[in-house]
T-cell receptor
């Protein structure tokens, strides 16, 4: 597609449920990133992939959070046993190159707004 | 650890006037990238401008320019001839060279444009 696509746009679920957030990056983009943005804050890095390989997951807050990108394209961020503090905007971004010296910008999706009741 | 600080939670500018949004950062790295992103009410996250730290020349994109002061670790954004469509949250972000993930964002500045 023309841009990074995320679904769903909104997700409301009860505490304790599992949720899966989907990201479809720009076609051909090698790198894919997940961020979390709390209200009134800037995005915070969670994890990223080059192709299907997860390169850095240091930003994942705890082991209830996981992400995968099995075929090097679409990625899923999964939150198990959700808690109210997980409520936030979850943003995905992709960039073209995988070079460590790349200055290619990250292109962001419109995000999934997650609300945990 | 690197940090990015935007000290102005809100700013206001008259249409057609110029406004400067400030950003400072803390890093021990010598090479890195800096970005300004715009987040309008539509929820998009749009890249406005970027600067490589090794370049002394300030980046410019049409009405948007930066004042990059490496020694002072300052990276301000100047918007000239402000338009109503410039109203948005603006986020300053940092990424060190060699790190593909890990964009570090400031808390943002909400810019209002008065007609």
């Amino acid at each position: 597609g023309a841009g990074v696509s995320q679904s769903p746009r909104y997700k409301v679920t009860k505490r304790g449920q599992d949720v899966a957030l989907r990201c479809d990056p720009i076609s051909g983009h090698v790198s894919l990133y997940w961020y979390r943005q709390a209200l009134g804050q800037g995005p915070e890095f969670l994890t990223y992939f080059n192709y299907e390989a997860q390169q850095d997951k240091s930003g994942l807050p705890n082991d209830r959070f996981s992400a995968e990108r099995p075929e090097g394209s679409i990625s899923t961020l999964t939150i198990q046993r959700t808690e109210q503090r997980d409520s936030a905007m979850y943003r995905c971004a992709s960039s073209l190159e995988a070079s460590v010296y790349s200055n290619q910008p990250q292109h962001f999706g419109d995000g999934t707004r997650l609300s945990i009741l | 650890a690197q940090t990015v600080t935007q000290s102005q939670p809100e700013m206001s500018v008259q249409e057609a006037e110029t406004v400067t949004l400030s950003c400072t950062y803390d890093t021990s790295e010598s090479d890195y990238y800096l970005f300004w992103y715009k987040q309008p009410p539509s929820r998009q996250m749009i890249l406005v401008i970027r600067q490589e730290a090794y370049k002394q020349q300030n980046a410019t994109e049409n009405r948007f320019s930066v004042n990059f002061q490496k020694a002072a670790k300052s990276f301000s954004l100047k918007i000239s001839d402000s338009q109503l469509g410039d109203a948005a949250m603006y986020f300053c972000a940092y990424r060190k060279t060699g790190s593909q993930g890990n964009l570090i964002f400031g808390k943002g500045t909400k810019l209002s444009v008065k007609p």
